[in-house]
């Protein structure tokens, strides 16, 4: 049973045209990840939240932007996709409740091409 | 600064022969947790390990093991009899002591290759 979805799983978009990503997540967890990951490199956070508080990192470029609108659902916004911003982006979660070391569960991703 | 040096990009092993994955990290805080994932070619990453820096014990699980020497700042994963499933890009991950939220920060991966 699939934990953490992501959808869709290949995604193209022209450059300079918005697209959205979504993930949704079954596990009822209250923190939800953002990655990018381009290709052969490690992910790189993005940003996260913990239930509705956001927290960016500090070298997110503004072209960036994420929704939460519910424990489930979060949401990637790329406002004006360039060619540098074709990765692959994973969600993930994870709860506090856990404990603080609890593992991250990630999607199986969305690969974004720009055309 | 935190930081994750995997410095063995790619492998290549043939079946059955044992693999040791290497990873050494950098931190400042005492108190620090450290990570495997595996990512096979479907792109899903896969928790394999957690480990936090109080706790030196190796770990076996199955084929897998894992050393972790906070002398040497390393935390090896070594698998025994490596098959064909195993060929996947293996992270290790390090986490900032960062309160609710566990904000991993990923080596740069190790390639394995097990040929038939």
């Known amino acids: 049973d699939a934990m953490v979805i992501q959808n869709p799983r290949y995604q193209v978009t022209q450059f300079g045209k918005p697209v959205t990503l979504s993930c949704s997540q079954t596990l009822n967890h209250n923190v939800m990840y953002w990655y990018q990951q381009k290709s052969s490199q490690a992910p790189k956070l993005l940003f996260h939240y913990y239930d509705k508080d956001f927290n960016n990192e500090a070298d997110t470029p503004d072209n960036f932007q994420s929704r939460r609108p519910n424990t489930s659902f979060c949401f990637l916004d790329i406002r004006s996709p360039g060619l540098g911003d074709a990765a692959m982006y994973l969600c993930?979660?994870?709860?506090?409740?856990?404990?603080?070391?609890?593992?991250?569960?990630f999607g199986n991703g969305t690969r974004l091409t720009v055309t | 600064a935190q930081k994750v040096t995997q410095a063995q990009t790619e492998i290549s092993v043939v079946e059955k022969e044992d693999v040791t994955l290497d990873c050494v990290y950098e931190t400042r805080d005492t108190t620090y947790y450290l990570f495997w994932y595996k990512q096979p070619p479907s792109g899903e990453l896969v928790f394999l390990i957690r480990?936090?820096?109080?706790?030196?014990q190796n770990e076996i699980s199955g084929r897998y093991s894992w050393n972790f020497q906070k002398s040497t700042s390393s935390f090896n994963f070594t698998i025994t009899a490596s098959q064909v499933v195993d060929s996947a890009v293996y992270f290790c991950?390090?986490?900032?002591?960062?309160?609710?939220?566990?904000?991993?920060?990923f080596g740069t991966g190790t390639l394995l290759a097990v040929q038939p």
């Open positions: 480990r936090n820096s109080f706790d030196e």
């Open positions: 991950a390090l986490s900032e002591y960062g309160g609710a939220t566990n904000k991993l920060i």
């Open positions: 993930a979660t994870s709860s506090f409740a856990q404990g603080i070391d609890s593992p991250l569960h």
